[in-house]
């Protein structure tokens, strides 16, 4: 067997090679007219790569399946059990094929957030220390709203033809998830960007775009340096 040189290229902290990033988001969902049905996923591989090579970390690609709240039906996801297992399959062919004992989950889908509840039996069934990245999701806004527009400005992936449309919430009921009833009376948060995208539209700013992006990436390489340090 080789000798891997573990302090071969930039690498700051040969430690980064036990450390995974690897993103979580939603491939299938509806997001209105001028944004692709896998933004979540695509703006939170971006950030789990860029953060990866920021730091030298091992980059690990994305999950595939997503979560949802049974209130919000906008898109093809899976249950929270389904979700769960397939992280756990997913980290421990990391930790067997890659040797990581270390992970950063980079999640810019807002539906996941209750599998922060599963992190313990998460870690437990991987014997892993896991770090789950939210900074996205608390600073984009409403769902398919102007973070997530002048993001995928950035990526490339907005359809400019529509962004008229976009806060169309009557036609477009996912954006700023408008048309959710429950939804709204079960979460203030999801209620005030609702009203807020009915009242004041959207709009789309590249600059916002890397300012968010940079502010999630910032944080997880953080989140890295705690896990150096753990």
Excluded at 189 to 217: H, Q, T
């Amino acid at each position: 067997m080789a000798e891997l040189r573990y302090r071969a290229g930039n690498i700051h902290d040969p430690g980064v090679h036990k450390i995974g990033i690897i993103a979580l988001g939603s491939h299938l969902e509806n997001h209105g007219p001028a944004l692709p049905i896998d933004t979540d996923a695509k703006i939170g591989a971006h950030i789990a790569f860029q953060s990866s090579l920021r730091t030298g970390a091992k980059f690990l690609g994305i999950i595939f399946p997503a979560y949802e709240l049974d209130t919000i039906d906008h898109g093809i996801h899976v249950s929270l059990d389904t979700l769960k297992e397939n992280v756990i399959n997913t980290l421990n062919n990391a930790k067997k094929f890659l040797d990581i004992e270390k992970v950063v989950i980079v999640n810019a889908h807002g539906g996941n957030i209750p599998l922060m509840a599963e992190l313990w039996d998460i870690e437990d069934a991987t014997d892993m220390a896991i770090i789950f990245n939210n900074k996205v999701i608390s600073s984009e806004g409403p769902h398919g709203g102007s973070g997530e527009l002048s993001m995928a400005k950035v990526l490339g992936i907005i359809n400019e033809k529509e962004v008229e449309n976009q806060a169309n919430v009557n036609e477009y009921e996912e954006v700023g998830l408008y048309g959710f009833t429950q939804a709204r009376r079960d979460d203030p948060n999801i209620e005030e960007g609702a009203i807020d995208i009915e009242e004041n539209g959207v709009y789309v700013d590249e600059e916002y775009g890397e300012r968010l992006f940079s502010l999630a990436i910032d944080s997880v390489i953080l989140d890295v340096e705690k896990l150096l340090d753990f």
